[in-house]
Nanobody, 113 residues
Framework: QVQLVESGGGSVQPGGSLRLSCAPSLSMSRFYLTGWYRQTPGKERQLIASTADGTTAWYDGGVQGRFILSRDSTNLNLQMNNLKPDDTAVYYC?????????WGQGTQVTVSW
């Protein structure tokens, strides 16, 4: 069983930045595949960034060049720059452990004037 606690969501104007963090109940070194998803009402949860080794990251085309995924021994972070209204969503961190997926509780990000 893995618990994931997210923080850093909130409201920001277009063009602004936010940094999301995810703290797992186990050391990050225990996980291979990690990442961030987001979900808007009526839509499926969408993978937007992931890393398998903590050094090379994959990004969805909609966030490529604006979001930066990083991880250290204690946290999985998502630096979000140049935010747009379309980035408004609930963001979930994700880890795969012992063959099972785990998500955090979600944190709301709202981008508007």
């Amino acid at each position: 069983q893995v618990q994931l606690v997210e923080s850093g969501g909130g409201s920001v104007q277009p063009g602004g930045s936010l940094r999301l963090s995810c703290a797992p109940s186990l050391s990050m070194s225990r996980f291979y595949l990690t990442g961030w998803y987001r979900q808007t009402p009526g839509k499926e949860r969408q993978l937007i960034a992931s890393t398998a080794d903590g050094t090379t990251a994959w990004y969805d085309g909609g966030v490529q060049g604006r979001f930066i995924l990083s991880r250290d021994s204690t946290n999985l972070n998502l630096q979000m720059n140049n935010l747009k209204p379309d980035d408004t969503a609930v963001y979930y961190c994700y880890v795969a452990f012992d063959g099972k997926p785990y998500w955090g509780q979600g944190t709301q990000v709202t981008v508007s004037w």
